[in-house]
């Protein structure tokens, strides 16, 4: 499966009933430099300055980590993008957590065709199972994707055997949009009680 940054971008916009949001291909550089996927973000008064930093190897998306390197660049530009346009803050917690959960709605929720059961226990398995994390443990980056990992861990498998197992796809959406529009400490306590 390939999947384009405008494409990721569209389900996103589209599964959450955003506003729309300046395409993220002009936003886009692509670089022999960068390990990972990072957005470069400047505040100002003006309102706010993106880019998405790609490596070359992720930006072809062949793999499911190059593709998880999309979604979640994609995923930290929609939002970051979303709570400038309405004023909102947000915290690289939650800007984290989103994004982990934005790989299970791309690649599971609005997956064309739909998985199935078996389909989404094994996507399950492989973004939230053995997974290897760039920053140590005892790092505040560690820390933090750790938390936003396994918080989105619960959460997505929570929604999964609540609303997908039993085909309530208007339920699941409705609490991904409710999900996705609140502030950190509604965002983890909704994950927390999973």
């Known amino acids: 499966m390939t999947l384009s940054?405008?494409?990721?971008?569209?389900?996103?916009?589209?599964?959450?009933?955003?506003?729309e949001v300046p395409a993220i291909d002009g936003f886009v550089r692509v670089s022999d430099d960068v390990?990972?996927?990072?957005?470069l973000v400047r505040w100002g008064e003006d309102g706010?300055?993106?880019?998405?930093?790609?490596?070359?190897?992720?930006?072809?998306?062949?793999?499911?980590?190059?593709?998880?390197?999309?979604?979640?660049?994609?995923s930290h530009f929609v939002f970051v993008a979303e709570r400038a346009r309405s004023e909102l803050p947000l915290t690289q917690l939650e800007l984290e957590l989103q994004a982990e959960?934005?790989?299970?709605?791309?690649l599971a929720v609005t997956s064309e065709p739909p998985l199935d059961a078996v389909s989404r226990a094994?996507?399950?398995?492989?973004?939230?199972?053995?997974?290897?994390?760039?920053h140590p443990p005892d790092t505040e980056h560690g820390e933090r994707y750790r938390i936003?990992?396994?918080?989105?861990?619960?959460?997505?498998?929570?929604?999964?055997?609540?609303y997908l197992r039993h085909g309530?796809?208007?339920e699941l959406r409705?609490?991904?949009?409710?999900?996705?529009?609140?502030?950190?400490?509604?965002?983890?306590?909704?994950?927390?009680?999973?």
């Open 48 to 74: 706010v300055e993106m880019a998405l930093e790609l490596p070359r190897q992720a930006a072809t998306g062949r793999d499911l980590d190059a593709i998880c390197q999309l979604v979640e660049g994609v």
């Open 174 to 194: 409705a609490a991904l949009c409710r999900f996705y529009r609140a502030g950190q400490t509604t965002k983890l306590e909704l994950a927390r009680a999973a």
């Open 5 to 19: 940054l405008a494409a990721i971008q569209r389900r996103l916009v589209h599964y959450y009933g955003l506003d």
């Open 148 to 162: 936003a990992h396994r918080l989105a861990m619960r959460f997505t498998q929570k929604l999964d055997h609540r």
């Open 122 to 134: 094994a996507l399950h398995e492989r973004l939230f199972g053995a997974v290897r994390f760039v």
């Open 168 to 170: 309530r796809h208007h």
């Open 101 to 106: 959960v934005d790989k299970y709605v791309v």
């Open 35 to 39: 390990e990972r996927e990072q957005l």
